[in-house]
C-alpha cells in the first residue's frame, strides 16, 4: 500500500514539473525557426473580429513571420489578467487594450519595451496623433512605451423628447443652463408624491472607477483639460474648478434632480432620466434596445458659468505597447506599425464602432465614408483632439478612491461642504505624491 | 500514509500563511520586486481610520447579524419540528438559499431594497407608509445588509438547531407536561439548555462568517454611503487587488485573523460557562 502511494506521489510530482515548466516557460517557443509573434486584444466579439482579420492580412504578407493571435484570457478586468500574465512571465509580444492607468506601474515594473527608441517612432506618431495629445502618453522618465490606439470621449446623451415637450433648448452649455432644465425635467410624473423622473443618473456607488464618468469627466471639462496631478506635482482638483465640479453635484442631489439610489438596468433606455453620461459604446447598446419613440442627442459636459474656452472632455483611451518578453521587438515593432495604419484604422472604426485617435479623422476622406452612414459618430469624432488621458500615477487607483470617498460624503450624502470635502481629498492625495517620490 | 495530506497542508495552508507573514514586512505590487519595510505596514494599520471604522462597521454587523441569525434559526427550527403535511418542502425552502449563490442572492435583495423602485418600498407606499432608504442611508444600510445575510444564512443553523432538537428525549417534554408546564417554559427550561452546546457552534460559526463579510456588500454598496457597510475583508480586498498593497493588505489579513480567535475564545468561553 505504501509502495504503491509512493508510486503514485512519484508521478504526480513528474506531471505537475512537466507541466510548471511547459506553462511557465517564459518564451515557449521550440527554436527561433519556429517563432511566432504572439498578440493579445480586447475580447469583445468585434475586437475579435477585427483582430483576425488583421493579423490573417499580415500573416498572408509575411509567410516568415507569423503572428499567432489570441483575445486576451477572461478575468474580472483584462488589467488583473494581464498582472497575472506579467507574474508568470507569459505576456504576449503586443497587446494593444493597455490602460494607460497602469503603465506607470509597468514601467517601473521595467516590463515595457521602449517605443520611441525605434527610429520610425516619431514621423507615425506625428502624424498619426493629434498635436494636442503628444505628451499626454509620455512616461515620467520622458519616454513613450504606449502607442495611443482608440478612444470613447465621454460626452453627455440627452432624451429628445423629454426635451422637446418642455421647450428645452440644446446644448446646455453652463452649469445654471443644466438646473433650469433640471428643474423642468425632475418630475413626479404619476402624483404619488415621490418623483420619478429625474434630470440625470449619476452613480451613487463609491467603487473608484465610477468617478471617471462623473467627477473626473466633469473636472476636466472645468479645469479647460487638466487632470489630476501638474505638472509641478501639485494636485489640480484643490482649486476652483474641482470645487465647481463638487458644488454642481452637490447640488444635483441636494435639489433631488440626480437620485439618490441604486437602480436595476439602464435607466435612461428606461426613459427615468433626461440626461446620462457615456461614450460612444453606448450607441450601438441604445440601437439594439431602444424603443421606437426614443431619440437621442449629443451634448457636451456642462462648464462652469465663468468657463471660457473649448469643450474637454475624458477620452478613455486604450494603447498598444510591446511587452519585454518578446524575444523580437523589432519584428513586434513592425507588427504593431501594421495595426496603426489608416487602412487598419478604417476597419477598426467598421467593424468596432470604436474611434481610433488619429488627426483630423472626420474630415480625413478614407473615413468620410463611415461618417455619412454612421452620423452619430461625428459628435465623439470631432472631439478627439480635445480628449485628456490620466495621469501617469501608481496611486491613480487610490487617488479616485480617495475622491470617491468624499464625493459620497459630500456630495450625495451632503455631510460636508464641497470645500471640506475638495480640501481633504487633496491632502490625501498630496500625501500618496509625497510616497510616489520617495 | 499521510503524505498527501502532508504534501496539501504544506502547499495551501503552511507556504500561503509563511508568505503572508514576509508580506508583513515587505511592501509589494505584485509586478515589481518586493521590499523591506520593517514595521511600517503595521505602525499605518494602527493610524488608518479606515481600518478602525471597517472593524466598527463589522462589529456592528455581528451585533445585529448574530442575535438575529439565531433567534430566527431557534425559531425555525422549532417549527419545523413537527410532523405535518408537506414539512419537506418546507424545510428544503429555508435551506434552498444556503445553496444559492451569494452574488444571486444579493443582486436579488438589491433588488427589493432599490429605494425608488424596488418592491419593499412600493409595498410600503401601498401601506400608506413611506419609502425606506435601505442601502442609501448611513443608518439604515449595514442593518439592511445583517437582514439580507441572515436570510441567506438562517437555513444552514435551521438545520444545526433541528438536529439538536430532533436528539433531544420525548419523555423529557412528557414528565413536563404531566407536571403542568406550559410550551414556553418546556422551551425555555428544556429545548434551550440541551441545545447549548449547538448555541454555542452556531455562534462561533456565526462570528467567523460574520467577520468574512464581504459579498453582501462588495454587490449592493461597495463599501458606501460614507464607508458604513465598509466591512475589513471588503477594505483587504481594495487594498489588495484594487491598490495592489500585497503587504499591507497580509497586514490587515493577520489582524482579522487575530481579531477572530480572540473573540471565538471570549464566546467560547462565556457560553461554555453557561452550561
Not at chain 1, 48 to 69: G, T
Not at chain 1, 106 to 124: G, K, N, T
Not at chain 1, 307 to 312: I, R, V
Amino acid at each position: 500500500m505504501m509502495f504503491r502511494y509512493a508510486k503514485l506521489l512519484k508521478y504526480c510530482l513528474a506531471l505537475i514539473l512537466v507541466l510548471i515548466v511547459s506553462v511557465c516557460s517564459p518564451d515557449g517557443k521550440a527554436s527561433d525557426s519556429d517563432y511566432k509573434l504572439t498578440f493579445w486584444s480586447s475580447n469583445n466579439s468585434f475586437e475579435i473580429q477585427h483582430a483576425r482579420e488583421i493579423v490573417s492580412k499580415w500573416n498572408e504578407m509575411h509567410p516568415d513571420l507569423q503572428v499567432k493571435y489570441q483575445p486576451v484570457p477572461e478575468g474580472r478586468s483584462s488589467e488583473e489578467v494581464i498582472l497575472a500574465a506579467i507574474v508568470s512571465k507569459s505576456t504576449p509580444d503586443v497587446y494593444t487594450n493597455i490602460w494607460p492607468g497602469v503603465m506607470q506601474q509597468y514601467v517601473e515594473a521595467d516590463i515595457m519595451v521602449r517605443l520611441d527608441q525605434f527610429p520610425d517612432f516619431d514621423s507615425l506618431y506625428s502624424t498619426r496623433v493629434p498635436i494636442s495629445l503628444h505628451d499626454k502618453f509620455r512616461s515620467r522618465d520622458g519616454g513613450v512605451y504606449q502607442f495611443p490606439w482608440k478612444c470613447n470621449p465621454i460626452v453627455i446623451y440627452y432624451n429628445k423628447r423629454m426635451f422637446e415637450d418642455l421647450g428645452i433648448e440644446v446644448p446646455l452649455r453652463t452649469y445654471s443652463e443644466f438646473f433650469q432644465a433640471a428643474e423642468k425635467l425632475t418630475r413626479d410624473t404619476d402624483d404619488d408624491g415621490y418623483t420619478d423622473q429625474w434630470m440625470m443618473d449619476v452613480d451613487i456607488n463609491t467603487e473608484w472607477w465610477h468617478r471617471f464618468f462623473d467627477f473626473y469627466t466633469m473636472f476636466i471639462a472645468a479645469s479647460g483639460g487638466k487632470t489630476f496631478i501638474d505638472i509641478d506635482g501639485s494636485i489640480a482638483f484643490d482649486s476652483p474648478a474641482g470645487i465647481q465640479v463638487f458644488d454642481f453635484l452637490r447640488h444635483g442631489y441636494q435639489k433631488g434632480y440626480f437620485p439618490n439610489a441604486f437602480f436595476q438596468g439602464d435607466v435612461f433606455l428606461q426613459q427615468k432620466v433626461a440626461v446620462h453620461i457615456s461614450g460612444p459604446w453606448n450607441i450601438s447598446h441604445l440601437e439594439k434596445y431602444k424603443d421606437d419613440n426614443f431619440e437621442y442627442g449629443f451634448m457636451a459636459i456642462p462648464v462652469p458659468d465663468d468657463y471660457e474656452g473649448k469643450s474637454f472632455t475624458y477620452g478613455d483611451p486604450k494603447c498598444a505597447g510591446i511587452f519585454k518578453t518578446s524575444k523580437n521587438t523589432g519584428a513586434a515593432w513592425q507588427f504593431l506599425k501594421f495595426m496603426l495604419t489608416e487602412q487598419s484604422d478604417k476597419r477598426l472604426l467598421e467593424i468596432t464602432n470604436q474611434l481610433p485617435i488619429r488627426k483630423n479623422i472626420s474630415r480625413n476622406d478614407n473615413f468620410s465614408g463611415y461618417f455619412k452612414e454612421h452620423p452619430q459618430y461625428n459628435f465623439f469624432a470631432d472631439m478627439i483632439p480635445n480628449i485628456v488621458s490620466v495621469d501617469q500615477s501608481i496611486y491613480l487607483q487610490e487617488m479616485f478612491d480617495i475622491i470617491s470617498q468624499e464625493f459620497d460624503a459630500a456630495c450625495v450624502q451632503g455631510l460636508k461642504s464641497s470645500q471640506e470635502g475638495i480640501r481633504y481629498a487633496s491632502e490625501r492625495c498630496r500625501s500618496l505624491v509625497r510616497m510616489e517620490e520617495l | 500514509m499521510s503524505s498527501p495530506y502532508l504534501i496539501f497542508f504544506l502547499i495551501f495552508s503552511v507556504y500561503p500563511i509563511l508568505f503572508s507573514l514576509t508580506l508583513v514586512f515587505h511592501r509589494w505590487n505584485i509586478i515589481s520586486p518586493m521590499k523591506f519595510v520593517g514595521l511600517e505596514n503595521i505602525s499605518y494599520l494602527i493610524h488608518d481610520p479606515l481600518f478602525w471604522k471597517s472593524i466598527t462597521n463589522t462589529f456592528y454587523f455581528l451585533l445585529i447579524h448574530i442575535p438575529l441569525q439565531v433567534v430566527l434559526a431557534l425559531v425555525l427550527a422549532n417549527a419545523l419540528n413537527r410532523k405535518m403535511r408537506g414539512m419537506t418542502f418546507f424545510r428544503a425552502s429555508f435551506f434552498l438559499p444556503v445553496v444559492i449563490s451569494g452574488v444571486v442572492v444579493t443582486i436579488l435583495w438589491k433588488s427589493l431594497y432599490s429605494t425608488e423602485t424596488g418592491l419593499l418600498n412600493n409595498l410600503l407606499i401601498h401601506l400608506g407608509l413611506f419609502k425606506i432608504p435601505w442601502l442609501t442611508s448611513v443608518h439604515w444600510a449595514m442593518p439592511s445588509i445583517a437582514i439580507m445575510a441572515t436570510w441567506k444564512n438562517v437555513g444552514l443553523y435551521t438545520v444545526f438547531f433541528l438536529a439538536g432538537l430532533q436528539g433531544i428525549p420525548r419523555h423529557l417534554y412528557d414528565a413536563a407536561e404531566l407536571d403542568g408546564a406550559s410550551a414556553f417554559q418546556q422551551f425555555i427550561h428544556i429545548t434551550v439548555p440541551i441545545l447549548n452546546p449547538v448555541v454555542l457552534m452556531v455562534v462561533i460559526l456565526s462570528t467567523i462568517n460574520g467577520f468574512n463579510l464581504f459579498i453582501e456588500p462588495y454587490v449592493t454598496t461597495g463599501g458606501g454611503p460614507v464607508n458604513s457597510t465598509l466591512s475589513v475583508v471588503l477594505y483587504i480586498y481594495r487594498q489588495a487587488f484594487s491598490f495592489y498593497k500585497m503587504g499591507y493588505a497580509a497586514t490587515l489579513g493577520f489582524s482579522l485573523a487575530m481579531i477572530i480567535f480572540i473573540v471565538t475564545l471570549i464566546q467560547k468561553r462565556v457560553l461554555e460557562k453557561d452550561m
